[in-house]
């Protein structure tokens, strides 16, 4: 569409501008395109919520690595965790800002073992048989990590308990609830989403909701 | 391939509900859509102000150049208020669609069916049921429908007609809080045992979708596992309490 179309009699309830730099504007700054802000952490997944017993999780890398790893839940919780506040941004339209997680950097689960030099994408993989894909790019430098806790508690099991991968720079989808394990590649494979209509990337500032956009 | 934007017209306004209202939107160049996809529909402002917020399509695939989109009125919503108020037929809508993949059925992928839904969470089910009787192929479908009272269910007459064409489908209701004068149907939240005295003339066979609150699809979800049903066989959508 060329010039930009006019919904009849639509307003909206954005807050005005102070003009001063205050709360609303610094909300909305942080608002990527066509989405609203929520306080709320609505639930959405494809199926059943699965629920494995934490005897029985483990986190395992492999793939394209000098050495498969695995960590089992005890293992897992040993590993050098940090407390991350950082925005959310949903393909379905929210965004809930200032979200509280606690978990393992994905660059410390890697410090141990060594990438092979062809290695540059990842896939997730989860119970129930969800996976995502995203380039080596998209996850190095504390861009993603394995939460555990969510605004001081255990991760709920709806919510990807109990460990999900989070990707912040990427609609909510790529940030895969119950993660079992992280492939690593050298050749992009479309993850879930990826393969039936959604964008391969999934860039929420560029709005990549679709295949396409 | 893009997902284009599409200019819309409304061409019909339909209350179901007192408080949730069917929309028809003449799509001349509409590509076509599967049962349980959803489109986007975009609003903007004179200034360029815009919001996007997703809807599921309640049309069947078979009605060409046109889909309904059902809407609940949010009390303090920025959306669906606006289109409950303003909207008339004639306005123009941008949407585009179809999108989703996952949370859809076709009557090539038979059955037997259940189709399990929490107040407007009916509406992607209700493209299915409207597909599945269109199709003619008398795949075995049961829908269980939770609503709060009789005045409340969406879709209540025609639901009705598509359960008396005797061709393998009915309907179960749930009324949660208020029920009419000799009411003998369920009348409470839905629970495991409702969904074994639901599923139990289907099967272990079925394929199961669930769509509504998130509380009502993870009982329901969770419970079909339980009764015994794989789980890629189950497969949800949730409206959360934000879908404004």
């Known amino acids: ?213 | 391939m893009a997902i284009d934007w599409l200019l819309g017209t409304v061409t019909g306004v339909r209350d179901e509900t007192p408080t949730v209202r069917s929309f028809t939107l003449g799509l001349p160049a509409w590509t076509g859509h599967r049962p349980g996809q959803h489109i986007d529909l975009r609003l903007t402002a004179e200034d360029g102000y815009s919001v996007e917020r997703s809807y599921s399509i309640a049309s069947e695939p078979e009605r060409g150049g046109e889909v309904d989109i059902t809407v609940e009125r949010i009390e303090g919503g920025e959306v669906s208020p606006f289109l409950h108020e303003v909207v008339v037929p004639g306005d123009r809508l941008e949407v585009r669609g179809p999108i989703g993949g996952y949370f859809v059925w076709e009557a090539g992928l038979g059955g037997p069916l259940l189709l399990v839904a929490g107040g407007s969470g009916v509406v992607p089910l209700m493209a299915m049921a409207r597909h599945r009787a269109r199709a003619g192929t008398g795949v075995v479908a049961r829908m269980l429908f939770s609503s709060r009272g009789p005045d409340e269910v969406i879709y209540a007459e025609e639901l009705d007609q598509l359960a008396a064409a005797g061709d393998g489908f009915d309907v179960v209701h749930t009324l949660t809080r208020r029920q009419p004068a000799g009411w003998n149907g369920y009348a409470r939240r839905i629970d495991e045992q409702m969904l074994a005295e639901v599923l139990e003339p289907l099967g272990a066979g079925t394929r199961a979708y669930a769509c509504g609150p998130t509380a009502l699809v993870e009982t329901v979800a969770n419970g079909l596992v339980r009764l015994g049903l794989p789980p890629d066989r189950i497969r949800t959508e949730r409206f959360g309490p934000t879908g404004t």
Not at chain 1, 165 to 188: E, N, Q, T
């Open chain 1, 1 to 213: 569409m060329g010039e930009r179309f006019v919904t009849r009699g639509f307003v909206g309830r954005r807050e005005p501008d102070s003009g001063a730099g205050g709360l609303a504007d610094e909300r909305r700054r942080r608002t990527p395109p066509g989405q609203y802000l929520t306080d709320d952490f609505p639930v959405l997944s494809a199926g059943p919520t699965p629920r494995t017993p934490l005897d029985r999780w483990s986190l395992t890398i492999d793939g394209l690595v000098s050495k498969p790893i695995t960590w089992s839940w005890e293992e897992f919780l040993a590993l050098p965790a940090r407390d991350w506040v950082v925005d959310i941004s949903c393909v379905t339209k929210w965004t809930h800002l200032d979200m509280r997680w606690r978990g393992v950097s994905v660059d410390t689960l890697l410090e141990s073992i060594d990438l092979d030099a062809k290695a540059a994408f990842a896939i997730a993989s989860c119970d129930g048989g969800y996976t995502t894909n995203l380039p080596l790019a998209d996850v190095l430098n504390n861009q993603a990590f394995v939460a555990y806790e969510y605004d001081g508690a255990p991760l709920a099991p709806e919510h990807g308990g109990p460990a999900r991968l989070v990707v912040p720079a990427r609609y909510f989808w790529k940030s895969a609830k119950w993660i079992r394990g992280i492939r690593i590649g050298d050749r992009d494979e479309p993850g879930f989403w990826e393969s039936l209509g959604y964008n391969n990337r999934g860039d929420q500032w560029l709005e990549e909701r679709y295949s396409g956009d």
